[in-house]
């Protein structure tokens, strides 16, 4: 599904990351975890095209992504998520769903103000199915911004997979969550998978990485150390010095 050969990203002299390699398989759960500052979201903006990469390549399905705007990625069959919230605040949550759902009716003129204004039938099916995925069926008509941070959270990957995508990028989904929402938000992503996508999560909390991925890879100053099932990582002295803060006499 997803190939990163010899990827590498600098900024000035900092090297963000490091001739990385990965390669995710179709239908996976794949973690990605480290400190902060090991290179987890800017392996995301790479994939996702907000950054250039600075050497190497990265091929979705065989095909090479470097050429591709943000975009174009998205209509290829890759979506995000960002770490720090980013809805449209001033739409409503239908509206933050409608904006990521392309159609074919936008091919005529009337397409898109019809869509708006009228909620067309097939594309309201499937936006009423993502409210319904998300838990927000019944906010549909109200602010983006109104909601409780969790609401939002819970949108904002609603919205990622109204765009149907094949690779989708969780960066962070959990931070600043509760136990019980990320309980939820476990329960959600597994859905997603059962509906076909493939999956790449970012993530600090371990007993959601941990619990629901198939392998995971651990950064460190923008370098892979390690690479594994879950049980492996955890075993892992390199990991658990750099990143779980154990080491031999802990």
């Known amino acids: 599904m997803l190939e990163v050969k010899s990827l590498s990203k600098n900024f000035g002299g900092v090297k963000a990351v490091r001739e990385l390699d990965l390669a995710v398989n179709a239908g996976d759960i794949f973690g990605v975890i480290g400190p902060n ?6 392996l995301v903006n790479l994939i996702s095209g907000v950054f250039p990469a600075t050497a190497g390549e990265i ?12 975009h174009a990625r998205v209509k290829a069959g890759v979506a995000r998520t960002f770490q720090n919230i980013r809805l ?34 097939p594309v309201k099916n499937e936006i009423d199915a993502m409210l319904e995925f998300s838990g927000l069926a019944d906010k549909g008509d109200e602010l983006a911004s109104s909601l409780a941070f969790g609401e939002q959270r819970r949108l904002e990957l609603a919205r990622a997979a109204a765009t149907k995508p094949r690779l989708l990028l969780l960066d962070e989904p959990a931070a600043g969550m509760n136990h019980d929402e990320i309980r939820d938000l476990d329960k959600r992503i597994r859905q ?3 509906q076909g996508m493939t999956i790449i999560l970012i993530e600090h909390v371990m007993d959601l990485v941990m619990g629901i991925t198939d392998r995971i890879a651990v950064l460190n100053f923008g370098s892979k150390i390690a690479e594994g099932e879950p049980a492996a990582i955890q075993e892992n002295k390199s990991v658990q010095e750099a990143y779980l803060g154990q080491s031999d006499g802990d």
């Open 37 to 42: 500052g090991s290179g987890k979201s800017t």
């Open 59 to 70: 091929l979705f399905q065989g095909q090479s992504l470097s050429s591709l705007s943000p």
């Open 88 to 121: 449209f605040p001033g739409l409503t949550v239908w509206q933050n769903l409608w904006v990521a759902r392309n159609s074919a009716e936008d091919t005529r003129a009337e397409g898109i103000s019809y869509r708006w204004f009228r909620k067309s039938g």
């Open 192 to 194: 997603l998978r059962q």
